[in-house]
């Protein structure tokens, strides 16, 4: 259901997880993954990859259970599921794609304290049939999935002269005196600000307009 | 049933069950493939701190095979390390050392020449430090210290220093804002080390 009270289609899941209400610049939860692990762009795709697998998923599997679930008990469950996908990414991860898993560190376990995903469940799955919480899920870690990526690409090209670990034409020539800042952790502060910024900025115009 | 007082105790009970019995049928499914990995990783590790094996880049079944054909498996004379070869003369040592670190076990190997004093590299193939600060000393920038220090036949062959100091020829700097993980490191590389020599 939107606010308003009328059933919403994936049209009204996809605004309000990626624009209206979302997780990045509107909630601003999840930040202490934006922040930590945008300083390359293929990290970051694999972990809004698997964000957006244990968000979806997590959130269903809570809406499946939730007429079973005893409410004093569902915050317990509600962290058991989410720490059950984030273990089959770990597992995964760690068996086809070593190199990855000890690049991303402890990040991929610390999707169990997400806030999005526990928020997500809470706020949604824990009280609306499965179709939806899985649409709900799924956009909001699109939303902090696109969110990302828009820190995580200038932070590579400035610091690394690199994109997805390509030479970028200019920046990685001499030419440009690499920001080596940027892909230190204040560079994560810079580039969330100025893009919450931005899109707070937008949003607000629109809303007065 | 929902209303008594061990309905939610034998709910999360079943609840849990379920979950862990999967995550236990998918770790058992990969179990094969992650220990092949660990196997790699040790084994570059070995070639990296031997001299002219090991080039960034090398393929899991190359490193494997130069793995196999060049690097002799640990025996009595080299007291625990492998070694590499030359016409039957040893020409550097790989030790590995293992500990626990400040979060989680800190194994690596370390390069030793053919003068058993002498270190030819160090690297880390497996720790759980903070990243960041811990986590450091898998950076080059730490590793590289270790290059052509020279181990001392005392009690701490090898020194970790506060970063500003004057270093002895046993001595390299230590990672500012990780004082545990240099220290723990420090008593894990020495007691390999002192162990080898004496067993030399």
């Known amino acids: 259901m939107s606010p308003n009270g009328t059933p919403m289609g994936t049209w009204g899941f996809a605004v309000q997880g990626l624009w209206r209400d979302n997780p990045i610049f509107r909630q601003v939860l999840g930040i202490c993954s934006a922040l930590a692990v945008t300083n390359l ?53 760690g068996a086809y794609w070593p190199s990855m898993r000890a690049s991303l560190g402890p990040y991929v376990g610390l999707i169990i304290t997400n806030c999005i995903v526990m928020g997500r469940c809470e706020a949604y799955g824990n009280s609306n049939p499965p179709l939806g919480a899985f649409r709900d899920g ?38 440009w005196d690499k920001w080596i800042i940027m892909v230190m952790p204040p560079g994560a502060f810079f580039m969330l600000g100025i893009v919450v910024w931005i899109f707070r900025d937008i949003q607000q115009r629109r809303e007065k307009g | 049933m929902r209303g008594t007082r061990w309905y939610p105790i034998a709910y999360m009970f079943f609840v849990t069950a379920g979950f862990s019995s999967v995550v236990i049928g998918v770790a058992a499914m990969t179990r094969e493939r992650v220990e092949a990995n660990a196997r790699a990783a040790f084994q570059s590790a070995v070639l990296a701190v031997l001299p002219g094996l090991y080039e960034p880049g090398l393929s899991g079944p190359e490193v494997e095979r130069r793995f196999v054909e060049q690097v002799s498996e640990p025996d009595a004379r080299s007291a625990g390390a492998y070694t590499l070869r030359k ?81 002895d020829k046993n001595e390299v700097f230590a990672i500012t804002g990780a004082a545990q993980t240099s220290i723990r490191l420090e008593a894990i590389i020495n007691q390999a080390v002192r162990q080898w020599q004496e067993a030399l």
């Open chain 1, 41 to 93: 762009v293929m990290n970051t795709v694999v972990m809004c990859a698997a964000l957006v697998f244990t968000l979806s998923l997590s959130a269903t599997t809570v809406s499946i259970l939730r007429l079973l679930t005893p409410r004093n008990i569902r915050m317990m469950v509600e962290t058991l599921i989410i720490a059950f996908y984030v273990i089959i990414v770990d597992v995964v991860l």
């Open chain 2, 87 to 167: 016409d039957g003369q040893v020409v550097a040592y790989a030790l590995p050392f293992v500990g626990q670190g400040f979060w989680a076990p800190i194994r690596g190997v370390i390069g030793i020449a053919a003068d058993r004093q002498t270190i030819l590299g160090i690297t880390f193939y497996e720790q759980g430090e903070t990243p960041g600060l811990g986590a450091e000393i898998t950076r080059p920038a730490f590793r590289r210290q270790f290059e052509g220090r020279i181990l001392a036949r005392e009690e701490r062959p090898i020194r970790m220093r506060r970063p500003g100091t004057e270093l």
């Open chain 1, 138 to 175: 799924f956009f909001n870690a699109l939303g902090y999935s696109f969110i990302l990526l828009l820190v995580a690409v200038p932070r590579e090209i400035l610091g690394m002269g690199t994109f997805l670990g390509l030479p970028v034409p200019f920046f990685a020539t001499p030419a």
